[in-house]
């Protein structure tokens, strides 16, 4: 119909939980999401930044503090604004991620801190499980929902700009989407994944600007991307634009690692 296809307001009553969602990729998801209509909860591990990035936003919104690695601060945060909110939170967008460098430059596995490994895992794959565990039981009760997880390209491909921690856990994410995919697809919940190239975020500023010029001129369309491209694309994997599509990680890197 073509009620369908009016994106205005596309997510117009969602509640859509954003990780890492006070800069970059996440503030980007957080402006996106609340112009489309939806109630957004805004979690980020600073909360002086989350106060302030909800403060520039649109639409409705809740700001949340809270690390994605702990479980039990990160399930209080989320009561919290499901109380405020009025509901459970029917849509995930897992986007808070680490990526240590040292100096500008990704550590060698021969070097690396044990301690700097298990962070990454924490936050970046356990980070994803902790936020999936605990929205989807409403999820399954309410026999519908949308989860969008964060990989790289440096999940399928080998990039030196970034350390062994980093992929593989971002690898990890692709395989971890497609099992719950199968799991959760009965349920009538999607489940898939970006794979962002050079996006121009805090994150990527931190990296030695001939690294990123580097990169550039690998991609394709020539430049860095925009937080609200990636942004684009999680709208349309939690829309009904994208029903059938699930257990996929979408590029979304102007044909970087192709
Ligand atoms: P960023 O570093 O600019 O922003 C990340 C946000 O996550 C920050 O606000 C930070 O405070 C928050 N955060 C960090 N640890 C957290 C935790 N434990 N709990 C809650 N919040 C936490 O990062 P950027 O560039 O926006 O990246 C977002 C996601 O996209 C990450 O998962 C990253 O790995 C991924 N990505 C980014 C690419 C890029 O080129 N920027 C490329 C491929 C993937």
Redesign the pocket.
Known sequence: TLAQHETRDSHAGRRVLV?????????AMAEAFARRGATVGV????AG?VAAAVSGLPGASVAMT?????YVSLTRAIAQAEAEMGGAFDTLI??????PKHAGVAHKVWEMDPDEWARVV???LT?SFNCIRALTPAMVEAGRGWIVN?????GKTYFPIVACH?AAT?SAIIGFTKHLAGELGPHGIRVNA?????????????VAAELNEAEVRRTPLGR??E?AE?ADTALWLTSSESSFVTGQTIDVAGGLSM
């Open positions: 990780t890492g969602a006070a800069k970059g990729i996440g503030l979690l980020d591990i600073d930044e809270g690390d994605v690695s702990d897992n986007n808070a991620g680490i990526s924490d936050v970046n980070g964060t990989s790289s390209v440096a980093y971002k970006l794979a962002p190239g050079r996006i121009a975020t805090p994150m990527v500023a931190g860095l991307g937080p990636v």
